[in-house]
């Protein structure tokens, strides 16, 4: 006799074929029926879902947590992490193993996975990331595959630590074809950048309101379009991580209309914040890189939602605390970079995107849930409503009006990019392989009960 079942009544399920008012049942780990209306006997949880939006669990492909930066941390670890994951609907993370010096990427994915697998409460994988290219690189990357890591991230500037330059990312690229593996990439241009930060320095103009001049467009754009033609003259896809500029979508988009297979990976910052902020008394707590551009780019980044040039919806979720913030007194060079919010992905996006925008709920999905499955090797165990996939499901109501507040957050970050944000709609209930992890009563799932999930291959998304 199976136990733990829950039957989702009437709910408006988006499946890949679009919305759908359905019953789900949900059998052990797996969805096990969809279907118009599903009456079983026996003992079950049922939750009521009438006029509620149902969908796949979230998988944020961006996240960074505990990171090592700054001479600290990023303020949520593995566990504060997938806590504030699971509030926002995100069943699902992928992180960052980033080999220290001399380390091999296989060590450094075991490692990271010891200690997520202690502390998450949901399920996660991470991306190798190439932090040098040397004779040894290949046989690196293969054994990182043969972890269950098919995707390689790549940070584009050469002049920081963790840089690779340019033969390195083509080597990268040519490699990743023969592994069915996929390589992510930061793309910005190192020189560029260092030599515009140092020109500003030299002036005294440290604020961080000057930051985005000291890397203006054409710090991504150029990167992008390198990125892009390495990857054409390979053979194979590109994924480009966090996309700010409104001016690279655009490029994008020509390049994606020729036929070409690139990913492209925006995040809530660069489509809902702006300079602006740079200006306001606390400016210097919105430090991230790329920096946040013009309010037109929020403009042109939305259209490229709307247009389709944008693939995947990630958080770069990597918080630091007001006072690590400040350990950079205030100039752009010495502060933390990086902004909390995968808690509030799915409401902000449902609200920015389908009532405020007209985009459909099945877009919706598609970003933040199906194409970081299929592109990452997650589907269709991940990323979709289907009967034999993980239940992961989320529970989201559309009709609730509430207002973003640090306070209120489950992240330990003390502040919030979003604070005072109105959203319409709210996640009520997340269920990760068919156990209910968060609902009105808070969270509700033991420390290291999310699993480590082996990767294979890489997909591309429908278009
Ligand atoms: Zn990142």
Not at 24 to 53: P, V
Not at 163 to 180: F, K, P, T, W
Not at 318 to 325: L, T
Not at 405 to 429: C, H, I, L, Q
């Amino acid at each position: 006799m199976k136990e733990n079942r829950i039957l989702i009544k009437s709910g408006r399920l988006i499946t890949e074929q679009g919305e759908e008012a359905a019953d789900l049942l949900i059998e052990g780990e797996k969805i096990s029926a969809i279907a118009g209306s599903i009456q079983i006997k026996g003992k079950f949880k049922e939750i009521d879902a009438c006029g509620k939006i149902v969908f796949p669990g979230l998988i944020d492909p961006h996240v960074h947590f505990e990171l090592k930066a700054y001479n600290s941390f990023s303020s949520d670890d593995f566990f504060s992490g997938s806590r504030a994951a699971a509030a926002g609907g995100v069943t699902t993370f992928i992180d960052f193993a980033i080999p220290s010096q001399g380390q091999d990427m296989a060590s450094r994915i075991r490692e990271k996975c010891g200690s997520a697998a202690q502390k998450s409460i949901v399920d996660f994988s991470f991306h190798a990331q190439i932090t040098s290219w040397n004779p040894a690189t290949p046989d690196d990357m293969k054994a990182a595959v043969e972890e269950g890591v098919p995707s390689f991230k790549i940070f584009m500037p050469s002049t920081e630590g963790w840089g690779v330059d340019d033969y390195g990312i083509y080597r990268a690229l040519e490699n990743s074809a023969a592994l069915n593996s996929i390589v992510m990439v930061h793309a910005e241009n190192g020189s560029i950048a260092d030599s515009m930060a140092e020109e500003m320095l030299r002036k005294g103009k440290t604020g961080i309101a000057d930051f985005p001049r000291a890397r203006p467009d054409v710090v991504e754009r150029e990167a992008v379009s390198r990125a892009c033609l390495l990857a054409d003259e390979a053979g194979v896809p590109v994924y480009i991580c966090h996309l700010s500029g409104g001016k690279s979508a655009s490029d994008l988009r020509k390049l994606k209309m020729e036929g070409r297979d690139i990913l492209v990976e925006t995040t809530p910052p660069y489509l809902l914040l702006n300079r602006e902020k740079y200006n306001g008394p606390e400016g210097f707590l919105y430090a991230c890189s790329p920096p946040l551009r013009d309010q037109e780019d929020n403009y042109r980044l939305w259209r490229a939602v709307i247009e389709n040039t944008i693939d995947t919806i990630g958080t770069d979720h990597c918080p630091f605390k007001k006072k690590q913030k400040l350990s950079g007194g205030g100039s752009f060079a010495d502060t933390p970079m990086g902004l909390g919010g995968i808690e509030n992905t799915l409401e902000l996006i449902y609200t920015e995107g389908v009532v405020k925008r007209g985009i459909s709920p099945l877009q919706v999905m598609r970003m933040t849930s199906c194409n970081p499955a299929k592109i990452f090797g997650l589907y269709p165990r991940k990323g979709t409503l289907k009967e034999g996939s993980d239940a992961d499901v989320v529970v989201f109501n559309p009709d609730v009006k509430k207002t973003i507040r640090a306070g209120k957050m489950v992240s330990e970050s003390d502040w919030s990019p979003y604070e005072g944000f109105s959203v319409n709609g709210s996640v009520e209930t997340t269920i990760s392989r068919g156990e209910i992890i968060y609902n009105k009563s808070g969270i509700r799932a033991v420390k290291g009960r999310g699993k480590f999930l082996e990767r294979k291959g890489f997909g591309l998304p429908a278009t």
